[in-house]
């Protein structure tokens, strides 16, 4: 699961990364925001979005997504919420 | 009028709540593995760092088998307060609107700040006057410590809890200590029984501590409890009453005495 703040939402963070990068000679980043990346294994890839919804996100503040990585259905593939 | 404290693992300010508490009452010391909260008028939920506030500040505390039972008591009508890390968790039991965010200048930080009563007709602020009568007493001088104390809501969410007069405690001009949308320094839930507050009255009850202004919160969930009668707490509830709450407990939980 990839989280990070909802757009719209102010990412002190973020910001704090966007100004150091140009001390280090990194000009022209901007719109960094910082997230977080949970992996796990289930056995139910089918609750996944019930699991962000009601533990590893707060919605009201946090978008995420759904990676699959490995798993029967072959290929991994990408839910975005 | 007797008060519950919730101690959950990583509290640090349930012994302060109670010593505020019992200025103007009784009180005790829930545990947070415990659904049975022992028939107490009122809830605390204190600060602290519940769970090494991992994955979200509050979010591990809010399903504990204690906020089961405090979300049915709130449900009922019954008054909670949700303190600092207690605001959080209230937050994320959605018991509470809106979410708790680091502080825009990504410190922690902690000092005295002025917070003014914007709702004197909540249960929580009816000891005080409202700053807008312009007497002294509008005005709470209380503590804040804390590093996500940033609230946070949609604007139309703002403007609707304006609108009903659940934004109860604002920071007084110019010592918004986080960015707090709106300068919001305590909310309630639409009913008003639930008030989440960043400020910490508990550390501000006592004249020893420098201002005791605080302690006009505890006083006024005292005098609303008090007005509603000994029968109001769970009056007809099918779930929770005082007289069924004790028989709930298992024991066996490692519940901790009062202190």
């Not at chain 2, 019954?78 to 600092?84: A, D, H, N, Q, T």
């Not at chain 2, 009850?205 to 969930?221: A, C, H, I, K, Q």
Request: charged fraction near 20%; include cysteine.
């Amino acid at each position: 699961m990839l989280i990070r703040p909802k757009q719209g939402i102010l990412d002190p963070q973020g910001q704090t990364v966007e100004r150091a990068l140009p001390a280090l000679g990194f000009e022209g980043v901007s719109g960094v925001r910082v997230g977080r990346l949970i992996e796990l294994e289930v056995e139910d890839p089918g609750r996944l979005g019930e699991i962000c919804e009601r533990l590893l996100a707060n919605p009201l503040i946090e978008d995420y997504e759904i990676e699959e990585l490995s798993g029967a259905a072959g290929p991994a593939a990408t839910e975005d919420r | 009028m007797r008060f519950g404290v919730v101690r959950f693992p990583g509290s640090c300010d349930e012994e302060d709540a109670l010593h505020a508490c019992r200025r103007v009452g009784d009180a005790e010391l829930l545990w947070h593995e415990d659904r049975d909260l022992r028939g107490v008028d009122a809830v605390v939920v204190p600060g602290g760092f519940t769970y090494g506030d991992y994955l979200r500040v509050g979010a591990i505390a809010a399903l504990s088998p204690a906020m089961v039972a405090v979300g049915e008591f709130a449900r009922e009508g019954g008054l909670v307060l949700g303190i600092c890390n207690g605001f959080q968790v209230l937050c994320e039991a959605r018991l509470l609107p809106g979410a708790l965010l680091p502080n825009v200048g990504l410190r922690f930080t902690c000092r005295r700040v002025e917070i003014e009563v914007t709702n004197a007709d909540s249960p929580f602020a009816s000891a005080a006057s409202p700053v807008s009568d312009g007497a002294s007493g509008g005005r709470l001088t209380v503590p804040v410590k804390h590093f996500t104390g940033r609230f946070h809501a949609p604007q139309a969410e703002l403007d609707a809890m304006e609108e009903r007069g659940q934004v109860v405690f604002r920071y007084a001009p110019g010592q918004n200590p986080n960015g707090s949308e709106r300068d919001i320094a305590g909310v309630s839930n639409e009913a008003g029984n639930v008030l989440g507050l960043m400020p910490h009255p508990e550390h501000a009850s006592d004249p020893l501590t420098g201002s005791s202004d605080g302690g006009l919160v505890f006083e006024s969930m005292r005098r609303h409890v008090e007005a509603a009668g000994p029968a109001s707490s769970g009056s007809g509830s099918p779930g929770w009453s005082p007289a069924t709450a004790g028989r709930h407990n298992s024991g066996g939980h490692g519940v901790p005495a009062a202190a």
